[in-house]
Each structure stands twice: as structure tokens, then as C-alpha cells.
């Protein structure tokens, strides 16, 4: 698989330690994304601001190879759907490329059901990063509130060069469950989206348009 490495920082820096580096071809700010480059590629990577990502977008279709983006910080554009499907072109677009938290997000979503069997019980969560992240609570935590489906109390602290430290308690008055994901290293966003990249590569023609990793795995894991 011939990757179009898009940004080789922080989190696309890991794709350059999970993949062989023969098979990719690096673009950063001094060596910009061209058309020629990027088709002969079999897939793009992506992962660099988000209003950066929105201004390569029409050399990206242009190239008509598949593109997976975890971008964040900017919305994409409301035509970019249609430009894909009359391109007949497939792009995933994730918002947190971490596989395990796939699976923590179904674990999550059983404690939706905790009413049913219990009347006095309350929810906790905690989250820890490092000492560089300003803003708390993360918004993973606030995605777990949500997965719950009702409110929880969530705190959080900043420490050390923690990358990820969620946890989730449930109380009752004679029990208590824990659910904890420790995010150990930033290659698990490029492991994620990597992941995507050949699923897209083994999924190619059957549907085109922008797809959602967490739509994707959704559907793998409830399917089983
Ligand atoms: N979806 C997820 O799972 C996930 C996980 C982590 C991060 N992210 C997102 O990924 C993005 C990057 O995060 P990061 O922490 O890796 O940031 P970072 O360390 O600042 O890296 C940004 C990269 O973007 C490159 N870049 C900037 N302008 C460019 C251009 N015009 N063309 C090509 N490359 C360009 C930079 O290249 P230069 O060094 O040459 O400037 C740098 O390699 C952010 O939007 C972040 O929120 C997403």
C-alpha cells in the first residue's frame, strides 16, 4: 500500500513508524500536495490542521485516489459530499482514529441500561493528560457523557506527559464498575487510521462519498 503522508507531525509523524517508509511518499508545508505526486499513490493520509486540509481538497479530488482524514478544527464543506459521489470517490473522515476507544464506546453505551436495574447509582467520570492540554474537560469525556445518555459528574486533572487517562465508575450503593482506556502512545491514532486506510483499499466502488470511521467500526462490532 503506497501511502500520500499528509503532515508528519505529532500524529502523522507515528504513521512514518508503523509503516515502511519505501512505500510512502512525505508532504508538508515545504513540500506541498500536486496532483501528479499524489496519483501515484494508492491512498492519502492525512492528518494536519483542518482549514489546511479544507484548502487541498480540490487537488485531493482531483488526484482520484481515496483519502482518509483525521483532521480536526474546521468544518469540511457542505458540497464535498456530492463532489465525491459524482467523483466517484470514497474518503473516511475520523475524529478520534483510536480502535480501542471503538470498542470502549460499545462498552459505554451497555450502561445506557443501568436504570433498568438500578434506581440509586451515579456516574463518575475522570480524565488525565498532560500538562500541555489547556482546555478540560477533554472532549473525549464529554463524548463518553454522551454515550451514556445521561449525566455524569466529570473531573479531570493535568500531569506529568500523560497522553490519554479516561475513566468511567459506576456506583451503586454496594458495588462499583470500572471502565478505564489508557491511551499509551499517539500511534494508536495512526494505527486507527491505518486501519482505514485498507479497509478503504478492500472496500473500493461499493459505496462513494464521505464515510465515518466511527459509523464503519460502529457497524463491524454490532455486526458481530
Ligand atoms: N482524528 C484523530 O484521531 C486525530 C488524532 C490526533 C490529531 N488529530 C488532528 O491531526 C491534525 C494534526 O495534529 P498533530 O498533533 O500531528 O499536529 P502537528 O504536530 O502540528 O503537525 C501538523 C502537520 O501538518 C503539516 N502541514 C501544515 N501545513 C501543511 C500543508 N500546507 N501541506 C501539508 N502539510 C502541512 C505540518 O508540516 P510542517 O511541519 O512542514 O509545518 C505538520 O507536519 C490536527 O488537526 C489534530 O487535531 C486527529
Not at 500536486?34 to 489546511?52: H, N, R, W, Y
Not at 482514529?97 to 475522570?126: A, C, E, N, P
Not at 482505514?196 to 465515518?212: C, P, W
Amino acid at each position: 500500500m503506497k501511502i500520500a503522508l499528509i503532515g508528519k507531525g505529532k500524529t502523522g509523524g507515528k504513521i512514518l513508524e508503523l509503516h515502511p517508509k519505501e512505500d510512502i511518499v512525505l508532504f508538508d508545508s515545504e513540500n506541498p500536495v500536486t496532483v501528479e505526486k499524489l496519483s501515484q499513490c494508492d491512498v492519502a493520509i492525512a492528518f494536519i490542521p483542518g482549514p489546511v486540509f479544507n484548502n487541498i481538497i480540490p487537488i485531493l479530488v482531483d488526484s482520484k485516489i481515496p483519502v482518509v482524514t483525521g483532521a480536526t478544527g474546521a468544518e469540511l464543506p457542505g458540497h464535498l459530499e456530492t463532489t465525491l459521489v459524482e467523483n466517484k470517490l470514497t474518503w473516511i473522515q475520523g475524529s478520534n482514529f483510536s480502535l480501542g476507544m471503538r470498542i470502549v464506546h460499545q462498552m459505554i453505551k451497555k450502561l445506557q441500561h443501568t436504570s433498568t436495574l438500578f434506581s440509586d447509582y451515579q456516574f463518575k467520570i475522570h480524565e488525565i493528560h498532560h500538562t500541555k492540554k489547556i482546555d478540560g474537560p477533554s472532549g473525549t469525556a464529554l463524548s463518553w457523557e454522551q454515550w451514556l445518555a445521561e449525566s455524569a459528574e466529570i473531573t479531570f486533572e493535568r500531569t506529568g506527559d500523560v497522553v490519554g487517562d479516561h475513566q468511567i465508575t459506576l456506583n451503586t450503593p454496594f458495588e462499583k464498575i470500572s471502565l478505564r482506556h489508557e491511551a499509551l502512545d499517539r500511534k494508536i491514532f495512526a494505527q486507527g487510521a491505518l486501519w482505514a486506510a485498507k479497509y478503504l483499499l478492500s472496500n473500493l466502488n461499493t459505496e462513494y462519498g464521505l464515510k465515518y470511521f466511527e459509523d464503519i467500526t460502529e457497524q463491524l462490532l454490532t455486526d458481530k
